[in-house]
């Protein structure tokens, strides 16, 4: 276990001077909190006495209590700060003017997940363009990336499917911090934002989260530990179609499954040799809300046996070759809407490209289908490794 110390404690223990005399606006979850369990707004509060005027909510709410997507939070006023909350995923997704009047500089401490299709990142993208729209300055609070920051898979996005769950050609997995993403959005992708990280203490780029002695909170309904936020870049695929995601059970991301499936025919048609790093237990599970609610659905739990050479994308992949391939008749891609775009597909947003998911219903072999994507990979390792702040 290591000491690592969040940009929110970094902050919290050395404030900089520019920030005495400053409005401040934060951006925060329940997962933006210190070691102690201690909510960003309280410390901050306390730190800078007087200078909080406003909070900003991401996807999920405030209180991160919204289940799943497109389901808007409200703005609120906080009854523990007596402060405005405005809501990013609600009437609007871009920070507006009377909004960014409130403050000069805006905090933001959001734990993120190291996976494309998860908001946060966009909507701190949005916060960018609003903040060099205003002259307002931006200040991230960086935590690590509970997925490691070394190992990147995927392809990149296609900005032909440009969305709220990608905006970027980036891969799946980026292998990021939120820091480094904001900079790499911030310079790469032609914002230029008044920007600054304060950096974690203590992070190195192989630690998974349970390495760093950190305590997770969910920063999302739907990820509720650090197991189901590893799976997530490979498992995030099913909410484009109709087999079940887990949500809705005590193991979303972790339990995958549909009233239709055969375990045993999924198992003899993937070979456990290709599954590195995990182990497929075939289960069964009757999800509470969702797909598939109050009906028994038949799939598997992912056990990790070792993270390091788990790939979840892969994996996720292999496994929904193997349910075309066995259940071409009932299974289905998800019709539109999805994050907000009523024309496409889901399952093209999600994988950020309509040929790659073509090349999956083809069942071309994983092989190919990785080559197809391996030199814009290699191009975005080098290109993000300038952004890198560990």
């Given at each position: 276990m290591h000491d690592v110390q969040t940009g929110l404690e970094v902050f919290i223990q050395s404030p900089p001077d520019w920030i005495m005399g400053k409005r401040l606006?934060?951006?925060?979850?329940?997962?933006?909190?210190?070691?102690?369990?201690?909510?960003?707004r309280d410390l901050i509060q306390r730190c800078c006495p007087g200078q909080l005027k406003a909070l900003l909510a991401p996807q999920h709410g405030f209180f991160a209590d919204k289940q799943d997507n497109m389901i808007e939070s409200d703005d609120l006023v906080d009854t523990v700060s007596n402060?405005?909350?405005?809501?990013?995923?609600?009437?609007?997704?871009?920070?507006?003017?009377?909004?960014?009047?409130?403050?000069?500089?805006?905090?933001?401490?959001?734990?993120?997940?190291?996976?494309?299709?998860?908001?946060?990142a966009y909507t701190i993208s949005y916060c960018l363009e609003a903040a060099r729209k205003y002259r307002k300055k931006v200040l991230i609070l960086d935590r690590p990336n509970p997925i490691n920051g070394i190992t990147i898979e995927g392809n990149l996005l296609n900005t032909d499917y440009s969305s709220f769950v990608g905006r970027y050609?980036?891969?799946?997995?980026?292998?990021?911090?939120?820091?480094?993403?904001?900079?790499?959005?911030?310079?790469e992708f032609g914002i230029h934002a008044d920007l600054d990280v304060i950096k974690i203490h203590g992070?190195?780029?192989?630690?998974?989260?349970?390495?760093?002695?950190?305590?997770?909170?969910a920063p999302s309904p739907n990820l509720p530990t650090p197991?189901?936020?590893?799976?997530?870049?490979?498992?995030?695929?099913?909410?484009?179609?109709?087999v079940s995601e887990g949500r809705g059970t005590t193991l979303p991301f972790e339990v995958f499954g549909a009233p239709f499936i055969d375990p045993q025919k999924i198992?003899?048609?993937?070979?456990?040799?290709?599954?590195?790093?995990?182990?497929?237990?075939?289960?069964?599970?009757?999800?509470?809300?969702?797909?598939?609610?109050g009906q028994l659905c038949r799939g598997f739990q992912i056990h990790i046996t070792d993270p390091n050479?788990?790939?979840?994308?892969?994996?996720?992949?292999?496994?929904?070759?193997?349910?075309?391939?066995?259940?071409?008749?009932?299974?289905?891609?998800?019709?539109p809407p999805y994050e907000y775009e009523f024309e496409k597909q889901p399952i093209d947003l999600i994988i950020?490209?309509?040929?790659?998911?073509?090349?999956?219903?083809?069942?071309?072999?994983?092989?190919?289908?990785?080559?197809?994507?391996?030199?814009?990979?290699?191009?975005?390792?080098?290109?993000?490794?300038?952004?890198?702040l560990y």
């Open positions: 606006g934060l951006l925060c979850n329940p997962a933006s909190v210190d070691r102690h369990f201690t909510l960003a402060l405005p909350v405005f809501s990013l995923y609600g009437k609007t997704r871009k920070p507006t003017a009377a909004m960014m009047d409130k403050f000069d500089v805006l905090l933001i401490d959001l734990q993120d997940v190291g996976t494309r299709v998860y908001t946060f050609p980036i891969p799946m997995r980026h292998g990021l911090t939120m820091g480094e993403l904001a900079h790499m959005f911030n310079t992070w190195q780029r192989e630690m998974l989260f349970n390495d760093t002695g950190l305590p997770w909170v197991t189901s936020a590893m799976v997530y870049p490979g498992q995030v695929l099913w909410e484009g179609t109709n198992l003899e048609t993937v070979s456990m040799d290709v599954l590195s790093g995990a182990i497929l237990r075939t289960c069964a599970f009757e999800p509470t809300a969702n797909k598939w609610c050479s788990y790939q979840p994308f892969r994996t996720t992949i292999l496994l929904l070759q193997a349910i075309l391939q066995n259940h071409k008749t009932e299974f289905n891609w998800k019709a950020g490209d309509r040929a790659i998911r073509q090349r999956i219903e083809k069942l071309e072999s994983i092989a190919s289908i990785e080559q197809s994507w391996m030199q814009a990979l290699q191009r975005y390792q080098k290109m993000s490794r300038a952004f890198h």
